[in-house]
Structures are given as C-alpha cells and as structure tokens.
C-alpha cells in the first residue's frame, strides 16, 4: 500500500505568479481533499474532490482551484498569488463514504511567496 | 468563529509522565473526533480517533476520553517518551469537512 505523495517539496513563487501543486492519493482512496497550515496553525480546508468533482470547498478565493484526475491524483492550483499565500499545502486521500472517515496526509509542499 | 478550541498551546512534560491535552467543540453534528501528531516539515499523522457513541478508546500509550455532554475530548499519552515530541491537533468531522484546533506543541524532557 503506497501512501499519499506530494510534488514539489519547495517551492518559491513572486507575488503575482500562478502555482500548481501536486498530490498522488494513498493506494484505493477516491477522494482528496487540500488544506492550507499557516505556520503555528492548524490546517484550514481548501476544498475537496470525489469522482472528479468539488465536493465541498472552504472560505478561500476562487484563485485558489483544482483537478482530480481518472486515477485520483489531483492538483492544487493558485492563481495571482499573495504574500499571504505563504504555507505548507497539504493532501489528505480518504476513502469516501467509509465509515470511518479516516484521511491520511502526504507530506506537504512548502510555498513560499516573495 | 472557531469551531474546535484545544489548550494548552504548548506543553512541557517529564519522561514517563502522563501528556494531556483537552478540546472542545459547539456543534453537535459532529461525529467523528480523530487526533493526529505533527513532526516538523512533516504531515500530520492519524494517531488515534473516535466516535461519540464511546467515552474511552485506547491504543497503547494513546487514550482519548470523550464526554458528549460537555462537548470535550481529550488525549493522554501514558509513559511520554521524548520521541512524542511533536504538534498535536485535535479535530472534529461531522456536517463540515475537518476542523482542526490550533495545535498544542509537546516537548517530553529527559
């Protein structure tokens, strides 16, 4: 069983300039779901993606959108960022309508906006 | 408004002594109370979860007792070891997606 990855690690981005994040789902989840962890934060849910589809979406801007692909890897997508952008962005892959609602984290990828 | 309040921020605790950390939440619809561990430049992990129908459950050193009527759920790590040092976040899931409290930083000192 392969666990939730994420690409690129690091990342360092201009104010302005658009990202694009990514995140491979732990082996036999369907749905991903982003947060946004501001340092000395909890992690504060952007949006998630079942079957393709957004599935529930947090208090974020529309600049911030996404993918989920066929094989449940999806894309985090930001658009004219801001200093304030600055965070770990992380992937959680869940299984949905388990019972258990577990969701597992890949390890994030650091944006920083200059 | 923050839906889920946990305390302490930090905390400071002996090896082998017992680590406690509390949460409490307002909406009811939740029904799904996982914890999950933070080490530096890491994700968070799943470390232990339950649900209201219970009041204890336990995983080895790991305990979270939940009492429905106050709206509070805490973690005790039993014999805390300095490899425990790290962010803990509570969470809640239930008519919303995942909210997590704002984390307690645990250092276990030798």
């Known amino acids: 069983e392969t666990g939730v990855t994420q690409s690129p690690t690091h990342l360092i981005k201009t104010r302005g300039q658009q990202v694009t994040l990514r995140c491979s789902s732990q082996?036999?989840?369907?749905?991903v779901s982003w947060y946004q962890q501001a340092l000395g934060q909890g992690p504060q849910f952007i949006f998630q993606y079942y079957r393709e589809e957004e599935n529930g979406r947090g208090n974020f801007p529309p600049r911030f959108s996404g993918l989920q692909f066929p094989n449940y890897s999806s894309e985090l997508n930001v658009n004219a960022l801001e200093l304030d952008d600055s965070a770990l962005y992380l992937c959680?892959?869940?299984?949905?309508?388990?019972?258990?609602?577990?969701?597992?984290f890949g390890p994030g990828t650091r944006l920083t906006v200059t | 408004q923050q839906q889920v309040k946990q305390s302490p921020q930090s905390l400071i605790v002996q090896k082998g002594g017992i680590s406690i950390i509390n949460c409490a939440y307002e909406n009811t619809a939740f029904d799904y109370f996982p914890w999950y561990q933070q080490f530096p430049g890491k994700g968070p992990a799943l470390l232990i979860a339950i649900r209201p129908d219970v009041s204890e459950k336990k995983e080895g050193r790991f305990t979270i007792s939940f009492n429905k009527s106050a709206k509070q759920f805490s973690l005790h790590i039993m014999d805390s070891q300095p490899g425990d040092s790290a962010t803990y976040f509570c969470?809640?899931?239930?008519?919303?997606?995942?909210?997590f409290g704002k984390g307690t930083r645990l250092s276990v000192i030798a």
């Open positions: 959680a892959s869940s299984l949905q309508g388990r019972v258990g609602y577990e969701q597992y």
């Open positions: 969470a809640a899931l239930g008519n919303t997606p995942l909210v």
């Open positions: 082996s036999g989840h369907n749905t």
